[in-house]
């Protein structure tokens, strides 16, 4: 069973697929351009979601990693789970605030 059980495929203007098809042609999107765009926003979308862990977004695509991470380098995105990654990690500068008589105390907003 499909998750786009309810999509018209044969692009009438009715559900997601149709009218996305029908912007695209209206646009002047090749057959060719508008598979890549939506690999391209499905991979990125998919990533996003996952954190930038391939193995998580091959599962939502229902594809090996190995697959996502061939057509990451076909599209020339293989920079973009690292980045998602870094995003992610990246260290958070906390300030310490001196209270005399006390120690060195974080701002309410930082937790450990």
């Known amino acids: 069973m499909s998750a786009f059980q309810d999509v018209d495929y044969i692009g009438d203007g009715l559900g997601l697929a ?10 002047g999107c090749s057959m060719e ?13 998919a990533l996003k979601a996952a954190k930038g862990n391939i193995s998580v977004a091959g599962r939502k695509l229902r594809q090996h990693r190995n697959t996502i991470a061939r057509e990451l380098e076909r599209l020339n995105m293989s920079h973009l789970p690292e980045q998602i990654r870094r995003k992610r990690v990246e260290p958070v500068q906390a ?18």
């Open 33 to 45: 351009e508008a598979v890549r765009i939506i690999r391209e926003k499905m991979l990125m979308g």
């Open 95 to 112: 300030e310490l605030i001196f209270k005399p008589g006390l120690s060195l105390v974080p701002p309410p907003s930082v937790r450990f």
């Open 18 to 27: 149709g009218r996305t098809a029908d912007q695209m042609l209206a646009a």
